[in-house]
């Protein structure tokens, strides 16, 4: 399984952006989709993560209200939608693909077997 992040740039504080991930070769395997974020100096986070299966959603605290993840099984393809972005939203975003139990979906694990390439997000005050 590929995994092919897209959608980042530059914006302002307060703007929106929409992130892509789109996945091709085998995916039967894949029952959970995530979105994580690494900022410059720190530590990959968990930011949100869906179930391939009944669609349920988790996010990190620092993020609900303001982004929605979203996927389209049918063209094997993950959304990230950033509403009101905030300046501590600046970070390399990555997709994530794998066969994660339900407890370490919800948890925010990152023990994805598959990975994309990273896509910069920065927010300009």
């Known amino acids: 399984v590929q995994l092919q992040a897209s959608g980042g740039g530059l914006v302002h504080t307060g703007e929106s952006l929409r992130l892509t991930c789109a996945a091709t070769g085998r995916t039967n395997g894949i029952n959970a989709m995530g979105w994580f974020r690494q900022a410059p100096g720190k530590e990959r986070e968990f930011v949100a993560a869906i179930r391939r299966s009944g669609g349920m959603t988790y996010y990190a605290d620092s993020v609900k209200g303001r982004f929605t993840i979203s996927r389209n099984n049918a063209k094997n393809t993950l959304y990230l939608q950033m509403n009101d972005l905030k300046a501590e939203d600046t970070a390399v975003y990555f997709c994530?693909?794998?066969?994660?139990?339900?407890?370490?979906?919800?948890?925010?694990?990152?023990?994805?077997?598959?990975w994309g390439q990273g896509t910069q997000v920065t927010v300009s005050s």
């Open positions: 994530a693909a794998g066969g994660l139990i339900l407890s370490e979906v919800r948890r925010g694990a990152q023990g994805y077997r598959y």
